[in-house]
């Protein structure tokens, strides 16, 4: 069975604070991808990575960045929390070559006051 | 830019019976197909894909594929309340780095 991690399940910071959410994995996919998703908006992509430190803009990175240093590891950085950052983050892992089917970690609710 | 369609419900359905769930998608050079169950609170978890035309089977579940039509659907079969869920689509155009576009998802209720 695929496990995916993710460090938090749910987490509150301040307005200007830098955040890191970190996702791990454990079956040695070549794919990562980091989702948020909001009501009524569906799961929009913010950056993903198809090999260790290479990574790709989704459709709305403004504000994040993505760190891939490890195959199994892949950090979402919020340089400066904006209270518009309050979502749902999803981690999601593919095998790549053998296919595309996403499998997600349990995700993080974060609040940002 | 890629489009995947699903009408957001609620679709009530009684305890017993068939749940039809359906997705429409705008790429026609998509390649694979995939239903998702999300409960609330909760992250989406992988039920089914399809890759053919045609119909998969898989104990209750049944997903159909008509790429002419672009046209994805997701048969439940004596539904159960625990089959009340959010089921999203989602569409690839192969494997490799190829990401998924999602749909925003059906939300299900099956009444007792």
């Known amino acids: 069975d695929v496990k995916v991690t993710q460090s938090s399940r749910y987490l509150v910071k301040r307005t200007g604070e830098k955040v890191f959410l970190e996702c791990v994995q454990d079956m040695d996919h070549e794919n990562m991808f980091w989702y948020r998703q909001d009501p009524g908006l569906g799961l929009r992509l913010i950056y993903f990575?198809?090999?260790?430190?290479?990574?790709e803009k989704g459709d709305i990175p403004e504000g994040y960045s993505v760190s891939r240093e490890k195959k199994e590891r892949f950090s979402l950085i919020l340089e400066s929390a904006s209270t518009n950052q309050t979502s749902m983050y999803l981690c999601?892992?593919?095998?790549?070559?053998?296919?595309?089917?996403?499998?997600f970690g349990p995700g993080t609710r974060l609040t940002v006051l | 830019q890629k489009e995947v369609e699903q009408n957001s419900g609620p679709l009530s359905v009684p305890e017993g019976a068939i749940a039809s769930l359906n997705c429409t998608y705008s790429d026609r050079g998509s390649q694979s197909f995939f239903w998702y169950r999300q409960y609330s609170g909760k992250s989406p978890e992988l039920i089914m894909f399809i890759y053919s035309n045609g119909d998969k089977e898989d104990g209750r579940f049944t997903a159909q594929l008509n790429k002419a039509s672009q046209y994805v659907s997701l048969l439940i079969r004596d539904s159960q309340p625990s089959d009340s869920a959010t089921y999203l689509c989602?569409?690839?155009?192969?494997?490799?780095?190829?990401?998924?576009?999602f749909g925003k998802g059906t939300h299900l209720i099956i009444q007792p």
């Open positions: 990575s198809y090999d260790v430190k290479m990574k």
């Open positions: 989602a569409v690839g155009s192969g494997g490799g780095a190829d990401g998924l576009t």
């Open positions: 999601a892992t593919s095998p790549g070559a053998t296919g595309n089917e996403q499998f």
